[in-house]
Each structure stands twice: as C-alpha cells, then as structure tokens.
Nanobody, 123 residues
Framework: QVQLVESGGGLVQAGRSLRLSCAAS????????MGWFRQAPGKEREFVGGISGSGGVISYADSVKGRFAISRDNAKNTVFLQMNSLKPEAAAVYYC????????????????WGQGTQVTVSS
C-alpha cells in the first residue's frame, strides 16, 4: 500500500511558476513509476507527465513539454512537478499517482492516487 500526498498548489498569475510536490509513504518508493495528472472542471483526467522509478525515463504530454519538469528524490520519497510559464488553461486539480511497471500515460493503469491539489491560474 502506498499513500500519496500532494502539496504546493495555489493561485498563481499566468506566466509565473509553481512547484508541486508529492510525498509517498513506504520504503519501496524507488520501485514505483510516478505519474502526474490533472483534471479541470467538466473534463476528463489527463496525463501531464511521469517518471520511472530510477528517474531515468521521463515523459510529458505535448501540451506541457518544454515548460513543465518532473523530478524525484527517492531518498525523500518525493516526486516534483515544476510548472513554468503557466497558462490559464493549466488550472486544474493536480494528482500524483503510482504504479509498478513501465511509464505509461493511461489513468486506469495507475494503482495509487493522491487526493489532489488545486492549481488556479489567473490571467
């Protein structure tokens, strides 16, 4: 069982940056692939990006490529989502998720989920 807790959300002006964190419980964090997802009101949850257990493989959705960066600190059981040049359409609840296995973008293939953190972007 893995428990995930996101933090770092809030209100930010368009064009500014925000860094989200996701802290995981347990002693096997490095064996989990971690994903970041977001869900805006009335929309389906979508893949933002993810990182393999070792950190050696990272993938991003096309909509955030070049502006968002994912990293992890396995010693601290934490994964990060650095969001730069934020646009109003980035406003959503952001979730981190964990799975055993390769990095994938499908929501249904992630086993554990955090409760989410709200990101609001003002124009």
């Amino acid at each position: 069982q893995v428990q995930l807790v996101e933090s770092g959300g809030g209100l930010v002006q368009a064009g500014r940056s925000l860094r989200l964190s996701c802290a995981a419980s347990g002693h096997t964090f490095s064996t989990y692939t971690m994903g970041w997802f977001r869900q805006a009101p009335g929309k389906e949850r979508e893949f933002v990006g993810g990182i393999s257990g070792s950190g050696g493989v990272i993938s991003y959705a096309d909509s955030v490529k070049g502006r968002f960066a994912i990293s992890r600190d396995n010693a601290k059981n934490t994964v990060f989502l650095q969001m730069n040049s934020l646009k109003p359409e980035a406003a959503a609840v952001y979730y981190c998720a964990a799975r055993r296995g390769s990095l994938v973008s499908e929501t249904a293939r992630y086993t554990y989920w955090g409760q989410g953190t709200q990101v609001t972007v003002s124009s």
